[in-house]
């Protein structure tokens, strides 16, 4: 190719493209169905911390808890993620 212009070996690959939407898509499904079997105290502790970015501290403040409780909960949410997305 002339300068300025794509090979076609350059192009993006649209299958695989596809096929890691498809698996995002799954990925996000199954972290949903998951997040449903943590209790609530957990479940919210989690969503704040890797959804809107807040920290252990934030979080405690937010919810009036200590700020070992929020970490209790987040730990136990991490766990109990764990093993659900296992199976």
Known sequence: PNAGELAVADLPDPVVGAH???LTTECVTQ???AL????????????L???EG???RQIAERLEHTVAT???HIRGGL???REALRS
């Open 79 to 81: 766990l109990t993620l």
């Open 36 to 47: 449903t079997t943590l209790s609530l105290p957990q479940r919210i502790a989690v969503e």
């Open 31 to 33: 972290l949903k169905i």
């Open 20 to 22: 890691t939407q498809v």
């Open 70 to 72: 929020v970490k209790s």
């Open 49 to 51: 911390a890797y959804f």
């Open 54 to 56: 807040l920290t252990h």
